[in-house]
């Protein structure tokens, strides 16, 4: 069984940074994919970003450039630094662990984050 818990979201201003974390517990971190998505209201969960088990990183297109997914395997955590946040963004983020081999799939309880003057 794996928990994810996820910090960081807030209240930030248009062209303001907000660094999202979420730390999982287990031993599978390290050989998992790991994926941000987001839902804003009304709308169905988006794939944000992607980074591997082997560190190939892949984002949503209204998001290259400002957003950077990484990865610290010894602290079982996965980060999305995200830069000159726009109101668009406002979203609920949800962080997500995938190891398809073994057909695992869990989901973090969500952080809000919120973009606005």
């Known amino acids: 069984q794996v928990q994810l818990v996820e910090s960081g979201g807030g209240l930030v201003q248009p062209g303001g940074s907000l660094r999202l974390s979420c730390a999982a517990s287990?031993?599978?971190?390290?050989?998992?994919?790991m994926y941000w998505y987001r839902q804003a209201p009304g709308k169905q969960r988006e794939l944000v970003a992607t980074?591997?088990?082997?560190?190939?990183?892949n984002y949503v297109d209204s998001v290259k450039g400002r957003f950077t997914i990484s990865r610290d395997n010894a602290k079982n955590t996965v980060y999305l630094q995200m830069n000159s946040l726009k109101p668009e963004d406002t979203a609920v983020y949800y962080c997500?662990?995938?190891?398809?081999?073994?057909?695992?799939?869990?989901w973090g309880q969500g952080t809000q984050v919120t973009v606005s003057s």
């Open positions: 980074i591997t088990s082997a560190g190939r990183t």
């Open positions: 997500n662990l995938k190891k398809w081999s073994r057909g695992l799939d869990y």
């Open positions: 287990g031993s599978i971190f390290s050989i998992s994919d």
